[in-house]
């Protein structure tokens, strides 16, 4: 069981940056890709970036690349998600999700999202 | 890019089966994952690797995949059920979802 929580969300104006973490707690040796995950308000789910366990591939989806950088700690069990020049259609709700080893292509686990509001 | 595409919307009686589908090129190549997302809710992994069910979900879930088309099952539905369904799979080392399915028990 793996259990993640992430924080670091809020208001910004159009152009600023924000710094998301995801602490994650449990048997956190089962992980194996981590991702983060957004919905804006009442839309689907668009996965946003992807780091392997090791941290050695890391992956965007192309509305993001040179604007966003994953990066994680894994002696902290942490997974952060820069934010930078940030733009109104950023806004949405954002998850941290793992894969595991016995799910290696499924997202396991979500936390509960945190809230990132772009005002222009 | 690639792309997932669902019906946005299915609706289903109670007991009834309810079949969500999810098209994409050569998708049977691919593994696919389905997620249950209920109103204020994080998603949550209903099927993986096209068949699996992880621990916890009822086997009234079921899923398949062949072709072009995945396909998430669920039999006897209930009420608890009504929520929205997402499909994924994974384009190399990027993940796809396509873009949702509101299902319905009336």
């Known amino acids: 069981e793996v259990k993640l929580v992430e924080s670091g969300g809020g208001l910004v104006q159009r152009g600023g940056s924000l710094r998301l973490s995801c602490a994650a707690s449990g048997i956190t040796s089962d992980i194996y890709w981590m991702s983060w995950v957004r919905q804006a308000p009442g839309k689907g789910l668009e996965w946003v970036a992807n780091?392997?366990?090791?941290?050695?591939?890391?992956h965007y989806v192309d509305s993001v690349e040179g604007r966003f950088t994953i990066s994680r700690d894994n002696a902290k069990n942490l997974l952060f998600l820069q934010l930078d020049s940030l733009r109104a259609e950023d806004t949405a709700v954002y998850y941290c999700?793992?894969?595991?080893?016995?799910?290696?292509?499924?997202?396991?686990?979500w936390g509960q999202g945190t809230l990132v509001t772009v005002s222009s | 890019s690639y792309d997932l595409i669902q019906s946005p919307s299915v609706s289903v009686s109670p007991g009834q089966t309810a079949s969500i589908t999810c098209s994409g090129d050569r998708l049977g190549t691919k593994y696919v994952s389905w997620y249950r997302q209920r109103p204020g809710q994080s998603p949550l992994l209903v099927i993986f690797?096209?068949?699996k069910r992880p621990s916890g979900i009822p086997e009234r879930f079921s899923g398949s995949n062949s072709g072009n088309t995945a396909t998430l099952t669920i039999s006897g539905t209930q009420s608890i059920d009504e929520a929205d369904y997402y499909c994924?799979?994974?384009?190399?080392?990027?993940?796809?979802f396509g873009g949702g399915t509101r299902l319905t028990v009336l």
């Open positions: 999700a793992a894969t595991t080893v016995v799910s290696p292509l499924g997202f396991e686990y």
């Open positions: 780091i392997k366990q090791d941290g050695s591939e890391k």
């Open positions: 994924q799979a994974w384009d190399g080392t990027t993940v796809i």
């Open positions: 690797q096209d068949t």
